[in-house]
């Protein structure tokens, strides 16, 4: 991945706030819990990217965290980043070979998906509208079809929103959104897809979409897993929805 000519100037603030997302450190990885809001990486209309503010963690030779995936600017959660070329180049082939597990929690609204849980195996195509990307389903013989799947599962049912795990197979651009969608079942909170921005008389301020956990093959050795807590905004709407007690037991479970 190119990396800028030069590093970009950071303020003590911005540096400290890079610093307080950090989930585990060590001489290969560098894992961290993104917020909502923060662009993993080109992200416009802010000061800084995830990407950029990595310069943080830069060693005296200039190498610093490279990005292995990317999350959506208004998705929160576990993001794994590599210290070293060798790690990112191992990473970077267990993602392409499927070897990561992602988690991801999501409230959407009205209801829960029939059947309660399930695989949505619905083809992709990309689809550009001025400066703005969408994913759209598509048929399989589509030109632009790019294989999607997504395996889901209800937790628990509350009042008109229903929280959902998901396990994406593939790792499309905007793919759960897409795919909860074609349920008809979008995901709180995500006005392209269809999602409410309203639930019991109370505004949703952004996506209800949490990456919660993610397992990987590390560069040291063996498999690790990290978690990340979700935030308050997110916690806030589950409890307004009536799903706080089914959160929190799926929190102590570490399901």
């Given at each position: 991945m190119a990396h800028p000519a030069s590093p970009p100037r950071l303020s003590a603030e911005e540096i400290a706030f890079v610093r307080s997302l950090v989930v585990h450190q060590d001489e290969h990885i560098l894992v961290l819990n993104k917020p909502s809001g923060l662009s993993s990486q080109g992200g416009r209309g802010q000061v800084h990217t995830l990407d950029e503010l990595l310069w943080a963690f830069a060693k005296s030779n200039s190498n610093r965290p490279r990005l292995i995936h990317r999350l959506d600017r208004d998705t929160s959660g576990v993001i794994l980043t590599a210290r070293t070329k060798p790690a990112a180049a191992m990473l970077g082939k267990a993602l392409m070979a499927r070897r990561f597990r992602k988690t991801y929690w999501a409230i959407?609204?009205?209801?829960?998906?029939?059947?309660a849980q399930g695989t949505v195996d619905l083809p992709l195509r990309r689809d550009e509208q001025g400066r703005e990307?969408?994913?759209?389903?598509?048929?399989p013989d589509h030109p632009d079809a790019e294989i999607a799947r997504s395996r889901y599962r209800t937790l628990a049912a509350g009042d008109g929103a229903a929280l959902m795990k998901l396990n994406p197979v593939t790792g499309r651009m905007h793919q759960l959104?897409?795919?909860l969608a074609a349920l008809d079942r979008p995901i709180v909170g995500d006005p392209r897809y269809g999602g409410a921005l309203m639930l019991n008389g109370e505004p949703v301020g952004r996506l209800m979409l949490h990456a919660g956990a993610l397992e990987f093959p590390h560069p040291g050795g063996g498999t690790r897993r990290f978690e990340a807590p979700p935030p308050k905004d997110f916690c806030a709407v589950a409890r307004s929805a009536g799903l706080?007690?089914?959160?929190?037991?799926?929190?102590?479970?570490?399901?």
């Open positions: 959407v609204a009205p209801s829960p998906p029939d059947p990307a969408f994913m759209r389903i598509c048929e959104r897409v795919h706080a007690e089914a959160w929190s037991a799926l929190a102590v479970n570490g399901q």
